[in-house]
């Protein structure tokens, strides 16, 4: 299985982001999933677009990208986060 | 861990008006704290109506963390607003779905990595109905400095890195 890129993204890149990044660092080595996670401004996301797997974000995606984005606020209220796990998940295990 | 700072002079009680009013007096007093430049405000005001920072949690209680670019800060800090009558805020991520916002947590980083635990902490804190009942409670900016800092470990991580 190739080792896919994930873009963790919030509008800032420094808050909210880095709670998910680390939420999915901790969630792939726990089903030892190698992964390349890449943390960014929501902005940034445009140079990515040829290489990454997937979208993990807290911020609002009004562009259409050519690959899944998963909205990421339930790893900050804890409201439905296990659905965000499963999710974020089974697209790594693709 | 890098140091956060807080004091009661961060804190706001009872505050009113709207969103923007109260996220300008919020982000003009850490101006005048000398924690983030006189840029901050613009940026605050403009990161939340680009990115919203309304977040439902569990409870009752809507919160905000509205925050912005780190090149407008000088000082790692954090504000706190009770809100007297909550304020709405759209919430984080959504096209349109707004909260009603109680308190805000208003966010000066400098940078992300060294703020993880802070920030980890913080969305614990979120997640735990009694102390944001507590915290929203508050009748003194002490309480609101001394709960925040118990809950967040401010004290812990003071004397620079690890």
């Given amino acids: ?94 | 861990m890098a140091e956060f700072y807080l004091d009661k002079r961060l804190v706001f009680l009872q505050m009113t008006g709207s969103q923007e009013d109260i996220l300008r007096s919020m982000a003009e007093n850490l101006v005048k704290e000398d924690l983030v430049e006189t840029s901050f405000v613009a940026g605050i005001i403009n990161r939340e109506k680009e990115y919203p920072t309304g977040l439902p949690t569990s409870s009752s209680i809507s919160i905000a963390i509205p925050h912005t670019d780190i090149e407008h800060v000088k000082k790692n800090a954090i504000s706190i607003a009770l809100l007297k009558k909550p304020v709405t805020f759209q919430v984080m991520g959504e096209v349109s779905m707004e909260t009603p916002v109680s308190i805000i947590f208003m966010l000066a980083m400098q940078e992300s990595h060294a703020q993880l635990t802070i920030l980890k902490k913080l969305m614990d804190f979120l997640q735990d109905e009694t102390t944001l009942q507590d915290l929203s409670e508050s009748q003194s900016q002490e309480h609101v400095v001394s709960l925040i800092e118990r809950k967040l470990s401010l004290s812990a991580s003071k004397g620079g890195d690890r």
């Fill in chain 1, 1 to 94: 299985m190739a080792k896919k890129q994930v873009l963790v993204a919030c509008g800032a890149g420094i808050a909210t982001s880095t709670v998910v990044n680390s939420a999915i660092e901790e969630m792939a080595k726990e089903n030892k999933i190698d992964v390349n996670l890449i943390q960014i401004k929501i902005a940034e996301v445009n140079s990515y677009v040829d290489t990454a797997d997937l979208l993990v974000t807290t911020a609002m995606v009004k562009t259409t990208y050519p690959f899944p984005v998963i909205n990421a606020r339930s790893f900050l209220t804890g409201i439905g986060m296990e659905d965000t796990k499963e999710q974020i998940l089974s697209e790594l295990k693709k």
